[in-house]
């Protein structure tokens, strides 16, 4: 079973590195098979919620939406989703 330092962490003040934290478990009798440790999310990528969305005028299937991402202004992003709509929030790769 996988579980997440930061989930434990809600529920228990630890102190400890998560090596450590592993070996404290495996003394306590739980089996620790590995630590993964993800990938910090890139700085260029935003949260956006979506202002508006039309048609594409030139394709059936594609949406032309205009996105807020904390600019001055907000981006026009070409979208393929179909479930897209105003008020939706979004991951903007800038």
């Given at each position: 079973m996988k579980t997440?330092?930061?989930w434990l962490k809600s529920?228990?003040?630890?102190?400890?590195t998560t090596a450590e934290l592993a070996g404290r478990l495996?003394?306590?009798g739980l089996e620790v098979e590995?630590?993964?440790?993800l990938g910090a999310v890139p700085e260029t990528v935003v949260v956006g919620q979506i202002l508006s969305r039309?048609?594409?005028p030139n394709a059936?299937?594609?949406?032309?939406c205009r996105v807020e991402v904390g600019a001055s202004e907000p981006l026009q992003v070409v979208c393929g989703a179909p479930n897209c709509d105003a008020g939706l929030k979004v991951a903007c790769a800038l």
């Open positions: 997440s330092v930061n529920y228990v003040d630890m102190p400890w495996t003394l306590a590995g630590i993964e440790t039309e048609a594409h059936d299937r594609l949406s032309v």
